[in-house]
């Protein structure tokens, strides 16, 4: 029963930002920029980035694509939106060992917080591409700078 209501909750959460993506306005110079696609689905992914003058980000995704894709999208833009540039590639990590369904300590599933509704992918490995593609785009973005 705990088990059914979690997994509506977290269902509500994907569904939400699917139809509602967060931050999706364009910027118009972005620091950094990146364009991802799946080839097997056909999910796209645009990330954009600017950085203030403390190096905090500002961020911009959009994309087409299904629901975990977009959605996956919406929540790390809701994550890293305003945090140091310096701590992105930790929140890259964090949501690998999510996927991964590596152990995770109470304090990384709460900085997590609704990106932890993407848990339930790790179920269908198929679809764990989807749920990676934002990721993966923004680690691009960290290696190339």
Same mark, same amino acid.
């Given at each position: 029963?705990?088990?059914?209501?979690?997994?509506?909750?977290?269902?509500?959460?994907?569904?939400?930002?699917?139809?509602?993506?967060?931050?999706?306005?364009?910027?118009?110079?972005?620091?950094?920029?990146?364009?991802?696609?799946?080839?097997?689905?056909?999910?796209?992914?645009?990330?954009?980035?600017?950085?203030?003058?403390?190096?905090?980000?500002?961020?911009?995704?959009?994309?087409?694509?299904?629901?975990?894709?977009?959605?996956?999208?919406?929540?790390?833009?809701?994550?890293?939106?305003?945090?140091?540039?310096?701590?992105?590639?930790?929140? /890259?990590?964090? %949501?690998?060992?999510? &996927? @991964?369904?590596?152990? =995770? +300590?109470?304090?990384? #599933?709460?900085?997590?917080?609704?990106?932890?509704?993407?848990?339930? /992918?790790?179920? %269908?490995?198929?679809? &764990? @591409?989807?749920?990676? =593609? +934002?990721?993966?785009? #923004?680690?691009?973005?960290?290696?190339?700078?």
């Amino acid at each position: 029963m705990v088990n059914d209501e979690l997994n509506e909750m977290y269902e509500e959460i994907v569904m939400d930002h699917y139809h509602n993506p967060r931050n999706t306005d364009l910027i118009s110079e972005p620091d950094f920029e990146v364009e991802k696609n799946n080839p097997f689905c056909g999910d796209e992914i645009k990330i954009q980035i600017s950085l203030d003058e403390n190096k905090n980000v500002s961020v911009s995704v959009t994309g087409r694509g299904c629901a975990i894709s977009q959605a996956s999208g919406s929540l790390m833009a809701e994550q890293i939106h305003r945090i140091p540039y310096s701590e992105l590639q930790d929140n /890259v990590n964090l %949501f690998r060992k999510l &996927i @991964k369904s590596e152990e =995770l +300590s109470e304090q990384e #599933l709460d900085k997590l917080g609704d990106i932890s509704s993407l848990s339930g /992918v790790k179920k %269908f490995p198929v679809r &764990i @591409k989807c749920a990676m =593609l +934002s990721w993966v785009a #923004l680690e691009e973005i960290l290696r190339k700078n």
